[in-house]
């Protein structure tokens, strides 16, 4: 009997690649897993991001997080393939509980999403577009108002505007 569990893995890659060299290692890595037995299920790519700390002399860094399907002894093929591959900065895999994935799945459908997975980069403007995207749907403010607002710091927190004293 060959016991399947779901796992996910958050990758930080190298973030001084170009553009395709990430793309070439992201479909590697999926590759690799599916050549293993393992089964993918979610592909969500995070963008460039700064570090909290340097890693390897590295500022800034590409993240992706995957979820996939698959026997327990995939999992230390996967870690020795992440370590030898000079590209990634970090990794961490962990498995993944039902209860939490249920939880998850009913965060994301009450929050109006509709569980697909997003495949994007995140920039700083595209944020603020989806901030007043998302409040606007809501009917919760105005555009005008969400455009002026964002250049001062607003809290929302139950349609009450709380201004944020910036420390200039």
Known sequence: MS???????????????????????????????ENHGSVIEEINKLGRRRLAYPINKKLNGYYM???????????????RFLVLEDT???HLTLQLDD???????EKSLAEGKSGETLITSVGENEIHENIIFELDNA???DEE??????????VFTDNVEIPVESQS
């Open 3 to 33: 016991l399947r569990r779901v796992y996910e893995t958050t990758i930080i890659i190298n973030a001084a690649l170009e553009d395709t060299d990430v793309e070439a290692v992201v479909a590697k890595i999926t590759t690799y897993l």
């Open 65 to 79: 997080h995957i979820v996939f399907n698959a026997p327990p002894s995939i999992v230390p093929i996967l870690e």
């Open 88 to 90: 990634i900065l970090r």
């Open 99 to 105: 209860v939490l994935r249920q939880y998850r799945k």
């Open 139 to 141: 009917g919760a403010i």
């Open 145 to 154: 108002i969400a455009v002026e607002s964002i250049d001062e710091e607003i």
